[in-house]
């Protein structure tokens, strides 16, 4: 069994500043990926970084990357040069290899870009 | 590329009513994952289908149930429907170990 864990239910910065999300999880697997899924207000969730657990170098996707540490069983998001349409609930999710048990969620982090 | 469609964007029923869903697949991906976005419980992971087969489901009732049609398609069908199955329903398909959703269907049940 999986779970993962957000900490902040909501965050707030100015655009053009950096922002770190906070994730952890618990798994018994071996392997496993880690994903951050953007859901705004038009509710479809979009894929935002994924990692993959046997992988030591962290995922970057432009403004995003990942701050992941195995032992310590984090996962978390940092957006560079925050922008208005970054305004968004951020969810961490994680799934085993072959993906049998679907995507164990976190209650999300609901993230403001303030102009 | 079109990407993962669902439909209908909203349905409303009444409690005891059946309600079915539709999902579409990313061309080329043979599986499809419904997952249940209910307020206060987060998203939950309801059933998988691969290759036309349920493969697993979450600890939801058998009165959630689906299939999966030969050009990877999918319907979800809730029946004996209950107030609190009011919830976002959303569908992602999968080639590999990445998920990508669809818009979802939003259902209320009256």
């Known amino acids: 069994a999986q779970t993962v864990t957000q900490s902040q239910p909501e965050m707030s910065v100015q655009e053009a500043e950096t922002v770190t999300l906070s994730c952890t999880y618990d798994t018994s697997e071996n392997n496993y990926y880690l994903f951050w899924y953007k859901q705004p207000p038009s509710r479809q969730m979009i894929l935002v970084i994924r990692q993959e657990a046997y992988k030591q170098q962290n995922a970057t996707e432009n403004r995003f990357s990942v701050n992941f540490q195995k032992a310590a069983k984090s996962f978390s998001l940092k957006i560079s040069d925050s922008q208005l349409g970054d305004t968004a609930m951020y969810f961490c999710a994680s799934a085993p290899l072959g993906g049998a048990d679907g995507l164990t969620f976190g209650k999300g982090t609901h993230l403001i870009i303030q102009p | 590329e079109a990407g993962v469609t669902q439909s209908p964007t909203h349905l409303i029923k009444t409690r005891g009513q059946q309600a079915t869903l539709r999902c579409s697949p990313i061309?080329?991906?043979?599986?499809v994952y419904w997952y249940q976005q209910a307020l206060g419980l987060g998203l939950q992971f309801l059933l998988w289908y691969d290759e036309g087969e349920e493969r697993n489901r979450g600890n939801f009732p058998p009165r959630f149930s689906g299939r999966q049609f030969p050009n990877y398609s999918s319907e979800l069908n809730v029946n004996a429907l209950e107030l609190e199955d009011s919830a976002l329903y959303l569908c992602a398909s999968s080639a590999g170990d990445t998920q990508y959703f669809g818009p979802g269907t939003r259902l209320t049940v009256l």
């Open positions: 061309s080329g991906h043979t599986s």
